[in-house]
């Protein structure tokens, strides 16, 4: 979990020009982006990451499939196949991601960390079993595959939802509701 230099973004999600550690854009509230990429199968299950139990913010909960910051000057796309192969080792082209949107989320998830971040979010077909994945042991303590309709109601119900990271509701049923429209 090594600290990292990021663009620096102002309320609207543009760039201000601004380039500081991501420690500080936490610390002192700065907008910032981050990409979100939750993997599927044909089967309609969703790939959902166990974070490492060490992290500074919601650790052992389970959460998107890969996630991670937006180096400074990097783009989007090239974001998310790098946080593919590190967290989770799949190589992934851009032509694999299926950009659906973007989410603020603006949370204070520690007296420490206020988190005001842009998450792009990408859609990635799972074609291979999870068996293959390599985990990146500071990021990630496992990873399961869970039926669509299955989180719906664990995110539903006040105590199998303490097992996510909490995420607005909306961002759920949106992410949800895009992975369900594949299979239609």
Do not use: C
């Amino acid at each position: 979990m090594a600290d990292e230099l990021i663009d620096i973004l102002d309320k609207n999600g543009e760039f201000t020009g601004e380039v500081r550690l991501k420690s500080e854009a936490h610390q002192l509230g700065l907008y910032h982006a981050s990409v979100h990429i939750w993997l599927y199968t044909n089967d309609k299950k969703v790939l959902l990451q166990k974070r490492a139990k060490n992290k500074d913010t919601y650790p052992s909960l389970w959460d998107v499939s890969v996630a991670g910051h937006i180096s400074a000057n990097e783009s989007k796309e090239d974001s998310a196949i790098r946080e593919i192969e590190e967290e989770i080792g799949l190589s992934l082209n851009k032509k694999d991601l299926d950009f659906i949107g973007s989410y603020l989320s603006e949370k204070q998830p520690t007296i420490k960390i206020i988190d005001k971040e842009y998450h792009y979010i990408y859609l990635v077909k799972l074609t291979q079993p999870i068996e293959k994945l390599t985990l990146q042991k500071e990021e990630v303590d496992d990873v399961k595959l869970i039926p669509i309709e299955q989180i719906k109601n664990d995110l539903k119900n006040l105590e199998t939802t303490k097992q996510y990271v909490p995420h607005d509701i909306e961002y759920y049923n949106f992410i949800l509701k895009e992975i369900t429209n594949r299979f239609e």
